[in-house]
């Protein structure tokens, strides 16, 4: 079954204290990217990756990091969380970055911040 | 920069009647893409319906159909006979591969809540 996979779907966890959210893709596809959702403010984007070894900011990638080492994963790294990190956080990926293509969701990775 | 907007932040609608979201857009590309997405209670992200810039014919997929007015860049999506599970959040995307870099920018989501 063709998915994107994010771990974990829930966490908690305390200011500064380094976290990863991993996402996986099974489609081949070249495009990875992550969201953040907010109430009121829809998704915006952190990062995204044309390729393997090509990433580059979306429009909110302060406090983020990310690379792309295999084509099918795309994490998500907090150094050094903060609570206005906390949000839902999608991956998502599409064959390749041209327009016409929708992009395949995860399910969602709840951070809470505290 | 790119900007979507979507002014319905929640409305009501009768089972078995349509509806139309509002979305309008602004870019200085001349090639884009438009998406609209449902979000549903348990929180996926389902990807509905795409019209391109350069599309003559308006989107339809099913019962949704996509109101593609390029002069007044606006990319309203209408659902026909609505049910009770096209109760969620709906949002509009604009796609963008301009100088800016690839980027789909999402306006900020309209609840939609179908009665019986």
């Known amino acids: 079954e063709a998915q994107v996979t994010q771990n974990p779907r829930y966490l908690i966890t305390v200011t500064g204290k380094k976290l990863t959210v991993t996402c996986s893709q099974n489609m081949n596809h070249e495009y990875m990217s992550w969201y953040r959702q907010d109430p009121g403010l829809g998704l915006r984007q952190i990062y995204y990756s044309m390729n393997v070894e090509v990433t580059d900011k979306g429009d909110v990638p302060e406090g983020y990091k990310v690379s792309r080492k295999e084509k099918r994963n795309f994490p998500l790294i907090l150094e050094s969380p903060s609570p206005n990190q906390t949000s839902l956080y999608f991956c998502?990926?599409?064959?390749?970055?041209?327009?016409?293509?929708?992009?395949?969701f995860g399910d969602g990775t709840r951070l809470s911040i505290l | 920069a790119q900007k979507i907007t979507q002014t319905q932040p929640g409305m009501f609608v009768q089972e078995k009647e349509a509806v139309t979201l509002d979305c309008t857009y602004d870019t200085s590309d001349q090639s884009y893409g438009l998406f609209w997405y449902k979000q549903p209670s348990s929180g996926e992200m389902i990807f509905l319906i795409y019209?391109?810039?350069?599309?003559?014919q308006n989107a339809t997929e099913g019962r949704y159909s996509l109101n593609f007015q390029k002069a007044r860049k606006s990319a309203n999506l209408v659902i026909s006979a609505s049910q009770l599970g096209d109760s969620a959040m709906y949002f509009c995307?604009?796609?963008?591969?301009?100088?800016?870099?690839?980027?789909?920018?999402f306006g900020g989501g309209t609840r939609v809540l179908v009665k019986p």
């Open positions: 019209q391109g810039s350069y599309d003559e």
């Open positions: 998502a990926s599409r064959r390749t970055a041209d327009s016409n293509q929708p992009q395949h």
């Open positions: 995307a604009l796609y963008t591969g301009g100088a800016a870099g690839n980027k789909l920018t």
